[in-house]
C-alpha cells in the first residue's frame, strides 16, 4: 500500500511539473494557468502540502488539517 501511495505521489509531482512548465510559457494561455493553481487548490483541499524548489515540485500529507 505504500509503495502505491508512492507511485501515486511521484506521479502527481510529475503532473505538477509539466503543468508549471506549460503555465510559465510566454505564449501560456490564462487557462493554462488557471489549470494549474486549480490543480495545486485541489491538493490542498485533499490534505496535501507541495513545494516547488529547483524545478521540481514535492508533494507530501499535510501535517495539520486546515480546515
Known sequence: MKTERN??????????????????????????????????????MAGYEWKREDGEHTVRRAATEKY
Open 7 to 44: 507511485e501515486q505521489i511521484e506521479r502527481i509531482e510529475k503532473f505538477l511539473n509539466e503543468r508549471w512548465y506549460i503555465a510559465n510559457m510566454p505564449d501560456a494561455r490564462p487557462q493554462d494557468v488557471s489549470y494549474y493553481n486549480g490543480s495545486l487548490k485541489a491538493l490542498e
